[in-house]
């Protein structure tokens, strides 16, 4: 029952989270050594994401309803929910703000 479950949030939430993350840092042309750094943190995070939605499923449905109308900025959602992934998504920050370094 648990790996349903598992397979559920990564379908629902998990899977495009990454996706939009990866969408929007190669529209902002996030460097390629960025993209893979905030993908791998991504990728490493799924079990974070998998316990944060079984314990707390409020806050899945509303994280996913959130990802999919676009309340929420994807990079944003993973670096809260995976505190191990915002230096990677720091690194990108300036190419999403339009701030190149």
């Known amino acids: 029952m648990q790996d349903i479950v598992a397979a559920l ?9 990454q996706a939009k993350v990866v969408e929007t840092l190669t529209a ?3 460097p390629q050594a960025v993209l893979a750094e905030v993908t791998t943190c991504a990728r490493e995070a799924r079990p974070i994401i998998v ?10 449905v509303s994280s996913i309803v959130r ?6 900025r994807p ?10 992934c915002r230096p990677a998504i720091e690194a990108a920050r300036p190419f999403l703000t339009g ?3």
Do not use: H, M, Q
């Open 51 to 60: 316990d944060r939605a079984t314990s707390d499923p409020g806050w899945a």
């Open 67 to 72: 990802v999919w109308i676009g309340s929420v």
């Open 75 to 84: 990079e944003a959602l993973l670096a809260d929910t995976a505190p191990a």
């Open 9 to 17: 949030i990564s379908f629902f939430l998990i899977d495009p989270l």
């Open 99 to 101: 701030k190149e370094a």
């Open 28 to 30: 902002a042309r996030v």
